[in-house]
């Protein structure tokens, strides 16, 4: 935790010189959003600081600052949503920026800021076409129901439907002691595995961090470039991604290990014939399971 607050006091600095005041109170407020890890609004954030400073010429340099933030951030929200729309919204922005560019140094077509954002444009045009034609295309209106015909005077009264006939549900068996000790076992080794992801996605995490430390200390005599700005956001957002790996996966782990002891105490004492279920639940708020036991003689 102490590591992630450092990473935040690195990014979440004043505003650039570069930005207008208007557009630093909008980039402060997207960096709040992107903190929180709601890269949509972030985007809006960014992207209303980008259009506070029209002047492809004059205001060049924020300008870039805020394409990189408005880039890494729709790429950490496509890798959380797996959905194209963020890519879509990425390829529109950087064109936008391209032909204000061009039009802005007619006389450098070929400048190195013009090539860069044509590269990354290329980029994403090539993620979205590997997704398909029909990537960036809106979804199709849902099909109305279809609208039935005035019934006639003969068919006016509907048939009565015949009773449905509900099989009924059999009553569960008792589980084999046995079978319990195998459940109870695979669960277990499925958790310790999990144990696996937890160091992984730590690992993962305190990697981007120590990259981004040495960013910050090899420029801290000048300010960063852009460049350094767009690669520090993406070791952020790789940060975030393997913290967010190491807490779902030891959730995961400390519920596999509740059910597998379970199984397994249970196993112990199946030889009174009882017939049970057991249930996980999970969800954003926590995780449980849910045990249902059904006493009586064996047969």
């Known amino acids: 935790m102490y590591s992630a607050l450092v990473l935040a006091l690195i990014l979440a600095v004043e505003p650039p010189r570069s930005l207008s005041p208007e557009a630093g109170e909008h980039n402060t407020l997207a960096m709040q959003y992107y903190d929180a890890g709601q890269f949509g609004p972030a985007v809006d954030e960014f992207y209303a600081a980008y259009q506070s400073m029209p002047d492809a010429r004059r205001d060049r340099e924020g300008r870039l600052l805020l394409l990189g933030s408005m880039r890494s951030t729709l790429l950490a929200q496509y890798k959380q949503t797996g959905e194209s729309a963020p890519l879509c919204r990425l390829q529109k922005i950087l064109k936008e920026h391209l032909d204000a560019l061009t039009a802005a140094y007619p006389e450098d077509p070929e400048m190195q800021e013009a090539r860069s954002v044509h590269a990354r444009h290329d980029e994403v045009t090539q993620q979205l076409a590997a997704i398909g034609p029909t990537a960036c295309e809106p979804p199709p209106p849902p099909a109305l129901p279809p609208v039935d015909a005035a019934p006639t005077t003969e068919s006016a009264a509907p048939a009565p439907a015949p009773p449905s006939k509900v099989a009924p549900t059999p009553a569960p068996d008792a589980i084999p002691p046995r079978h319990l000790k195998i459940a109870g076992g695979v669960t277990l080794g499925l958790g310790v595995a999990l144990l696996g992801v937890v160091a992984y996605g730590i690992i993962a995490e305190r990697r981007a961090l120590g990259n981004a430390y040495k960013i910050r200390d090899a420029s801290s005599d000048c300010p960063l470039s852009p460049d350094q700005f767009t690669e520090l956001k993406d070791l952020r957002s790789d940060a975030l991604a393997g913290r967010h790996i190491a807490i779902v996966a030891g959730i995961a ?24 279920s057991a249930t996980p639940w999970w969800s954003p708020a926590g995780a449980g399971l849910t045990l249902h036991v059904r006493l009586g003689g064996a047969r």
């Open 253 to 276: 782990a400390g519920v596999t290990a509740v059910l597998g002891g379970t199984l397994l105490g249970l196993a112990r004492r199946s030889g009174r014939a009882k017939r049970w």
